[in-house]
């Protein structure tokens, strides 16, 4: 199931190969049901390089389409995954009431604000989607690495915290241009992709794409040394791609992201492994011998693990209260 992709409807799909809570993660970019096939006119680009049989959703099929695919996300995913919805506006009450009835519950209702939008006269330009990231309803906690992109202590140019301007539910990232390049109707950009599976994954997980499109979720997934799965209904769009994912490298982003820009805390974006924390934690209690003071102990703590302060003082509580 891993690194597999399959050339057909996702709901069939879904029930035929994908067992019961085997997925990590879930990131999909559905059918609008808006003509997307006719998309390029407004906003007034040429499809030259874009292959032909997008395959479109009624208007009235759409809330009972919607049904149907979102079951088989909630019976795939494990309770500790959670997953990322992108819609546009016009149906995304369809979206919203089918995820409430598959017993999915929003954690955040992220917008995503690009470059251009849509050619308009007579109202406000649309240039953002909606990207809905859930959870199993009930669930208590589901994974999320803080960490992953940005430290606590680095800054912006004007001091504000990176970390807590990536946190925002509003992100701003542009389209991928790729000109001359084969494509498909709609692509999600790598930045969004990278955003989404780094917080929201391990390396390692299982990625699953409902409708693969462009194979953009399966491309980064395994630039990011994780695994993916998923359907396309498009034997073209199924066929080149599956020749696509051969020339990835897998897990060759990793090295940009763990770079750290010279923070030296070059662990801190990492998750925690068992291992670490006993050694964390047998240091603690050698230095500790010595007399120095809890707030020593962690600075060199956090010197010698490469994590933060805060996270050093966080891991010998928890050993406490266990």
């Known amino acids: 199931m891993r690194d597999i992709y399959y050339n057909q409807d996702c709901i069939r799909g879904a029930r035929e190969h994908l067992p019961d809570k085997s997925v990590d993660l879930i990131i999909t970019d559905p059918p609008f049901a808006i003509n997307g096939n006719s998309l390029h006119k407004h906003y007034h680009r040429r499809e030259d390089n874009v292959f032909e049989g997008y395959v479109e959703i009624n208007q009235e099929e759409y809330r009972d389409f919607s049904d149907k695919w979102l079951y088989e996300a909630h019976r795939v995913l494990k309770d500790t995954g959670s997953m990322y919805v992108v819609s546009g506006w016009s149906n995304l009450l369809d979206i919203l009431l089918a995820l409430e ?3 999915f519950e929003l954690i955040n209702h992220i917008i995503w604000k690009y470059n251009f939008g849509v050619s308009t006269r007579h109202k406000f330009v649309t240039s953002h989607y909606h990207i809905l990231y859930c959870k199993k309803a009930g669930t208590k906690k589901v994974k999320f690495n803080t960490f992953c992109r940005y430290g606590a202590t680095e800054r ?3 001091n504000s915290s990176r970390l807590y301007k990536d946190l925002e539910d509003v992100w701003v990232i542009n389209r991928d241009f790729k ?4 494509k498909n109707k709609n692509t999600l950009p790598a930045e969004l992709l990278k955003k989404m599976i780094l917080y929201s994954s391990d390396e390692g997980d299982l990625i699953c794409d409902f409708f693969l499109g462009n194979f953009s979720t399966a491309k980064i997934a395994k630039s990011l040394n994780r695994y993916s799965t998923g359907f396309e209904i498009n034997k073209d769009v199924y ?3 599956i020749k696509q994912m051969h020339n990835i490298k897998r897990g060759y982003l990793l090295k940009e992201i763990y770079s750290n820009e010279g ?3 070059i662990n801190q974006r ?8 006993i050694k964390v934690i047998e240091r603690y209690n050698s230095i500790k011998s010595s007399g120095l003071t809890d707030k020593k102990t962690y600075q060199i703590l956090s010197m010698e693990f490469g ?5 050093m003082m966080n891991i010998i509580k928890k050993h406490r209260k266990s």
Do not use: V
Request: net charge positive; aromatic share 14%; no cysteine.
């Open 156 to 158: 912006n140019d004007d």
């Open 239 to 241: 066929d080149y791609q």
């Open 263 to 265: 923070n030296p805390h």
């Open 101 to 103: 009835k598959n017993k």
């Open 270 to 277: 990492k998750r925690w492994t068992e291992e670490e924390s």
């Open 179 to 182: 000109k001359g390049r084969l």
């Open 307 to 311: 994590r933060g302060y805060f996270s």
